[in-house]
């Protein structure tokens, strides 16, 4: 199946040449980029939020395109040293292959609905999969509007195992394995800011769809509030990277439990909280540099006018989920007090699953 994806699309990987970018061009509709060559991406746009993102939701497909962006990417080593391609849509091209590693178990769901889209619209798997996960994330309330670069080839080679970090790992084999591919152990937590509109659907398939803080439709900092209270049950049966969380509902992996508690990151992470447009920035700056693992940038169009200007937050500033305060706070950073937060009213609720 992968060979025959290759064949239908290798001839895209020779068309791009960049085009230099002058003044605005009309696309139709509305519609305006810098670069003509842009335009191609929004029926792209249109079809994915109408059909994939069922009417541009902050849901579950979009949680697995942003997802999907770091699954694709992560699968890299500096100077290929052991092979991976990055962010060159090899996770959706071999998707029979690379969806068999443990680390990618359950994506095949993801990768069998993404890979007609590419398709119809005659996009590089790798630029698809970027594609998704911009206007997955610009569906989320105060959510980032990432950068979109267009052009990467279609050609690519399935990615070894082993290369995704896992929710068991340390970490200190998490750090490693992105310092591997040039990523220091603060732009790991400013990565994790994906967190805050996510859900896991795999690490325990009986609770699928519990998300990592309460508020996952909103790209806000509460993800980084939650993290840090006192885990008291387990959402899930507590295995395979669960531990303890701290409200019904939610699922704490064990991961974040780990980074947000070590002493190379504590302070990021809890700086986070106190900033939403600190968040956005950083998150933003380190997904553009996830996008074009693998890459020259240099090669690629800037399409990123066409990703949505996502809508603002009603609520841009951290607090307590219901019964909760200070009191419960787990703090990791020594350097910096744990900021002055405020509790939401209402009672204790648990946190509904995120399904489409
Ligand atoms: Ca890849
Ligand atoms: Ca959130």
């Not at 290929?80 to 962010?87: D, E, P, R, V």
């Not at 200190?172 to 603060?186: L, Q, T």
């Amino acid at each position: 199946m992968a060979v025959q994806y290759l064949l239908a699309l290798a001839a895209i990987a020779t068309s791009v040449v960049a085009a230099p970018a002058t003044s605005q061009v009309n696309c139709g509709g509305g519609r305006t980029v810098k670069n003509a060559a842009c335009c191609a991406w929004f029926p792209v746009l249109d079809d994915i939020q109408e059909n994939l993102f069922s009417g541009a939701t902050c849901m579950e497909e979009a949680h697995e395109a942003v997802r999907l962006t770091f699954h694709d990417a992560l699968a890299a080593q500096r100077e290929g040293k052991f092979g991976g391609g990055g962010a060159d849509g090899s996770i959706l091209a071999f998707s029979d292959i690379e969806t068999s590693f443990q680390a990618n178990f359950g994506l095949e769901f993801t990768t069998e609905g993404f890979i007609p889209f590419a398709l119809a619209h005659n996009v590089s798997f790798g630029d698809f999969v970027q594609f998704a996960g911009a206007v997955g994330a610009s569906n989320c309330l105060g959510g980032p509007r990432l950068q979109f670069l267009a052009g990467r080839s279609n050609i690519s080679q399935p990615s070894p195992d082993g290369l995704v970090p896992e929710p068991f790992d340390s970490a200190d084999k998490i750090f490693a394995r992105m310092e591997d591919i040039g990523f220091s152990p603060v732009e790991v937590v400013d990565l994790l800011s994906a967190h805050s509109v996510s859900a896991q659907y795999e690490v325990d398939t009986d609770v699928a769809g519990s998300p990592f803080d309460s508020t996952p439709s909103i790209f806000d900092t509460q993800f980084f509030v939650e993290s840090l209270l006192k885990g008291t049950a387990f959402t899930g049966n507590g295995q395979g990277g669960e531990v303890l969380s701290p409200i019904p509902g939610e699922f704490r992996l064990q991961s974040d439990f780990a980074i947000s508690r070590d002493t190379r990151t504590a302070c990021e992470w809890q700086s986070l909280i106190s900033s939403h447009s600190t968040m956005v920035s950083k998150f933003e700056a380190v997904m553009a540099k996830l996008a074009v693992v693998g890459q020259d940038p240099r090669k690629l169009i800037d399409c990123s006018d066409v990703i949505p200007v996502p809508a603002t937050a009603k609520v841009q500033v951290a607090a307590f989920p219901p019964g909760k305060s200070r009191a419960d706070v787990e703090p990791a950073c020594a350097a910096t007090p744990f900021p002055s937060l405020a509790t939401m009213p209402g009672p204790v609720t648990s946190v509904a699953p995120v399904l489409d």
